[in-house]
């Protein structure tokens, strides 16, 4: 069983930053795909960013070159620093793990996550 901790997220005009942390449980947290996705009022939840166990990242066109997704195998700790913030980046944030990550494959549905978080709001004021 893995548990997944987010944080930092709140409220922050267009243009400002935020930077977003999950905390992980497991001893074995570097083997780990980990994601973040987003979930706007009244639409599916998407991806966001994905990091895999050997450190490759993968961004969704909306936020590519904004935001960047990173990993401290040491702290089990994997974040979401966000630039540019937009209005339309407003949403609950969650934090994904799969544990049985395959060397260099990036998981970008939600279906192939198997531990999520709680959850944690941003909202982008404009």
């Known amino acids: 069983q893995v548990q997944l901790v987010e944080s930092g997220g709140g409220l922050v005009q267009a243009g400002g930053s935020l930077r977003l942390s999950c905390a992980a449980s497991?001893?074995?947290?570097?083997?780990?795909?980990m994601g973040w996705f987003r979930q706007a009022p009244g639409k599916q939840r998407e991806l966001v960013a994905v990091?895999?166990?050997?450190?490759?990242?993968y961004y969704a066109d909306s936020v590519k070159a904004r935001f960047t997704i990173s990993r401290d195998n040491a702290k089990n700790t994997v974040s979401l620093r966000m630039n540019s913030l937009k209005p339309e980046d407003t949403a609950v944030y969650y934090c994904?793990?799969?544990?049985?990550?395959?060397?260099?494959?990036?998981?970008?549905?939600?279906?192939?996550?198997?531990?999520w978080g709680q959850g944690t709001q941003v909202t982008v004021s404009s």
């Open positions: 497991g001893r074995t947290f570097s083997t780990y795909a």
């Open positions: 994904a793990a799969e544990p049985a990550n395959l060397s260099g494959t990036f998981y970008l549905r939600t279906d192939e996550y198997d531990y």
């Open positions: 990091i895999t166990r050997g450190g490759s990242t």
